[in-house]
């Protein structure tokens, strides 16, 4: 049986989709992403179903985006804390469908970069999140996801310089 598989090309180093592991960045490349959020934000998709998180990650492959998917609490705390060190000019949305990790999250200390928390657990918890969010949504939902995400980001980022906040975005 022949197996066919989509290769995505490969992006050069100097790409801004490419996945960099140093927190080193050029001026430059902080006031380009700083005028175009969209181009530069970090995903995490911490779902633990896999027809949800599958969905996520193809909605953020067809948009180009930079993403981490996490199966676990344990994996996820740990991308999360790695993630909200490096890059601070960057916005970092969080999709997180588990109610649990949702509470968890609100628990940590703020410190680093103020995430953008999507709830996509469907649940009708009173979770506190900047937006909800179902994987049954359409790409161009997702994408207007995105466009609030980056508006929020830059509005945080003008407020505060260094992009950083101890408030969470309000809803």
Known sequence: MREDRLTLPSLPETSVFSRA????TTAEQVEFEYSNPRLCMDVIIAVEDGCCRIAFERYAERAGLN??????????????????RIYLHRPLLVLVGEV???????SLPHAGRVPYIVDTSGSGVNCQSSAKLLASCTQNTFEELLDQCAQWWTDLFRDSPAGLSLKPPKL
């Open 21 to 24: 592991t140093t927190a080193e």
């Open 100 to 106: 649990a990790w949702l509470k968890q999250l609100h």
């Open 67 to 84: 993403f981490s998917s996490c199966l676990s609490i344990e994996e996820f705390l740990t991308t999360l804390e790695d993630l909200r």
